[in-house]
């Protein structure tokens, strides 16, 4: 099983990013998606997480700004980033029954 997630970059404060992960391989249907960040100098830190059946559950500094979504028939799951700031800056991961992507970067910065 691979998860390729996509989308980071560099944003300005106050902006919105997408990004995205997509599993591939030898997995029939996921349960639950996982998002984490890993910024500079710090540990991995859990963000958000949506069940199948759609219940998202998110770190109490992105509620309200971040918001997941997900096409279970594409494996695929979605984190909509807005009002971004320089805090967000970090590596993102995306997570599914003990599989990782490789994370994508996201640089909040002017």
């Known amino acids: 099983v691979q998860l390729q997630a996509s989308g980071g970059g560099l944003v300005r404060p106050g902006g919105s990013v997408r990004l995205s992960c997509a599993a591939s391989?030898?997995?029939?249907?996921?349960?639950?998606w996982a998002w984490y960040r890993q910024a500079p100098g710090l540990e991995r830190e859990w963000l958000a997480t949506?069940?199948?059946?759609?219940?998202?559950t998110y770190m109490d500094s992105v509620k309200g700004r971040f918001n997941l979504s997900r096409d279970n028939a594409k494996n695929t799951v979605f984190l909509q980033m807005n009002s971004l700031k320089p805090e967000d800056t970090a590596l993102y991961y995306c997570?599914?029954?003990?599989?990782w992507g490789k994370g994508t970067q996201v640089t909040v910065s002017s």
């Open positions: 391989g030898s997995i029939s249907s996921i349960n639950t």
């Open positions: 949506i069940t199948r059946g759609g219940v998202r």
């Open positions: 997570e599914t029954q003990g599989y």
